[in-house]
């Protein structure tokens, strides 16, 4: 029997108690399917900058390194807020993605049943909906060079301060990203669309360029779009059943994910994957994360829905385990959830 290895990592605020519940799941999933896991679990965010002064040490990101799959509950929360930039919580979030490479994050938004009234558009605009956005999540903006603040005496500026990020892309990146894409679309609707600023940025034109490339050479049996990123955050809530699967960049991404989110009803009630490349195994490294945030406020008070850091595990399942069937599983028993409460496992 494969034991399958996972390392935990609950976080702050509502992150370990969610993450409680998740540790259910598998209990029941090794009682009932058979299946074995080896889990571990470490600190990583406030938690971590409690401990040991910063946001991830790198015994836990060795650890990151080495298993199958990591779960990631929150993190963050008021009590850190006036850290330095280098050891808030996120930095240790953000740490884990990068070095790990996960170069392309999955966030599914689906309305489920019971969430459709929720949702701030009409119910036959997002009854049903199913689409995935493949954000890239290691490059662009939030990484390119050169950044910072510094002091400026450009004319009309004198005096006063300038701040400055870099959107950069290579190929490369682009290229891979887009694979990702077309693959996961070929196992749902066989449909991409690729969101950038062509008509305003060069990095826009790269990306439209390397996505139309790969579509031609390798993918030329799913059906490719591009629409303007602007242009996409308004089809999104004009008629966002029009969409299979969207790849955008990462600056982009971020902003369309949280606004297809909502569509469902429930930005807390939704899960996600960051993938990287195949490892000696075949399959990817792998980060799972339930979309919400830390949530301070109901922290300790029970009142957490479990079911995206659920999801999450579930996904871990189709993408890291191989377990296909048994994700689906609980991906039919998750469309019984409302937004305070879930069926129980039977």
Not at 198 to 216: F, K, P, T, Y
Not at 325 to 344: I, Y
Request: proline share 5%; with cysteine.
């Amino acid at each position: 029997m494969t034991t399958y290895s996972l390392l935990i990592l609950p976080g702050d605020g509502i992150g370990p108690e969610v993450m409680t519940e998740v540790r259910k799941v598998i209990g029941w999933f090794e009682a009932n399917k058979g299946l074995k896991f080896d889990v571990s679990e470490d600190l990583v965010g406030g938690a971590a900058y409690d401990v040991h002064g910063i946001p991830l040490s790198d015994a836990t990101m060795q650890k990151a390194q080495e298993v199958d799959a990591v779960l990631l509950g929150a993190v963050g929360g008021p009590k850190y807020d006036n850290l330095d930039f280098s050891v808030k919580p996120e930095r240790g979030l953000l740490r884990l993605r990068k070095e790990m490479d996960l170069f392309a994050n999955l966030r599914p938004a689906q309305c489920f049943d019971a969430l459709a009234d929720f949702s701030s558009l009409k119910r036959d605009v997002v009854a049903g909906l199913d689409i995935l956005i493949v954000r890239e999540l290691t490059s662009g903006v939030y990484f390119g060079q050169p950044r910072g603040i510094s002091e400026d005496n450009t004319p009309g500026n004198e005096g006063g301060r300038v701040g400055v990020n870099t959107q950069r892309y290579t190929s490369g990146e682009i290229r891979r990203v887009a694979r990702a894409a077309f693959e996961l679309a070929r196992k749902r609707n066989n449909r991409v669309c690729s969101m950038e600023k062509a008509n305003v940025m060069e990095s826009g034109i790269l990306w439209r360029e390397e996505v139309q490339w790969v579509h031609d050479n390798e993918y030329a049996d799913v059906e490719l779009t591009h629409m303007y990123a602007d242009n996409g955050a308004m089809q999104l809530v004009r008629n966002p059943r029009q969409f299979d699967v969207i790849v955008t960049d990462n600056l982009f991404g971020d902003i369309l994910s949280d606004a297809a989110a909502m569509l469902t009803g429930s930005l807390g009630m939704l899960p996600s994957a960051s993938l990287g490349a195949p490892m000696a195994n075949g399959r990817p490294k792998a980060m799972y994360e339930p979309v919400h945030g830390s949530a301070p406020d109901i922290a300790g008070q029970g009142k957490a829905n479990p079911i995206a850091c659920i999801l999450s595990f579930a996904m871990a399942l189709r993408y890291s385990y191989n377990e296909g069937d048994n994700a689906a599983l609980w991906k039919a028993r998750s469309r019984k959830c409302s937004p305070t409460a879930c069926a129980p496992a039977t």
